[in-house]
Nanobody, 120 residues
Framework: QVQLVESGGGLVQAGGSLRLSCAAS????????MGWFRQAPGKEREFVVA???????YYADSVKGRFTISRDKAKNMVYLQMNSLKPEDTAIYYC??????????????WGQGTQVTVSS
C-alpha cells in the first residue's frame, strides 16, 4: 500500500515562499509521474504541476515561473518550492502519484493534503 504524506504548508504573507514536501512509502515511485494539485474553498481541485520519471515537468500557467517541482528518487521524495506567493494560491495542496503521464488528475495515489494560506 502506497502512502503519500505532505508537509511544509502554513501561513505566509503575499510575496513569501514555502517549500512543500511529499514523502512516499510502501513502494518506490521512481518510475511514477508525481504531481501536485490544489483545492481552494468552494472550488474544484486543480492541477498545479507534474514531473515525469525522466524529470520532464509541466506547470499550470497560474504558477509558471513561481513554483518549481523537484524529486529525489533515492529518498522517494517530491518537493514543491513556491515563491512569490499570492493570496489566490491559498488552498489545500495534494501530492499524487500516477503510473502514467497525466495532468488531469487520474492519479493512482493521493496524499491527505497540506494547507497553504497566503495573506494579503
Amino acid at each position: 500500500q502506497v502512502q503519500l504524506v505532505e508537509s511544509g504548508g502554513g501561513l505566509v504573507q503575499a510575496g513569501g515562499s514555502l517549500r512543500l514536501s511529499c514523502a512516499a512509502s510502501g513502494r518506490t515511485l521512481s518510475s511514477y509521474t508525481m504531481g501536485w494539485f490544489r483545492q481552494a474553498p468552494g472550488k474544484e481541485r486543480e492541477f498545479v504541476v507534474a514531473i515525469s520519471w525522466t524529470g520532464s515537468t509541466y506547470y499550470a500557467d497560474s504558477v509558471k515561473g513561481r513554483f518549481t517541482i523537484s524529486r529525489d528518487k533515492a529518498k522517494n521524495m517530491v518537493y514543491l518550492q513556491m515563491n512569490s506567493l499570492k493570496p489566490e494560491d491559498t488552498a489545500i495542496y495534494y501530492c499524487a502519484a500516477s503510473g502514467n503521464w497525466d495532468t488531469r488528475g487520474n492519479y493512482d495515489y493521493w496524499g491527505q493534503g497540506t494547507q497553504v494560506t497566503v495573506s494579503s
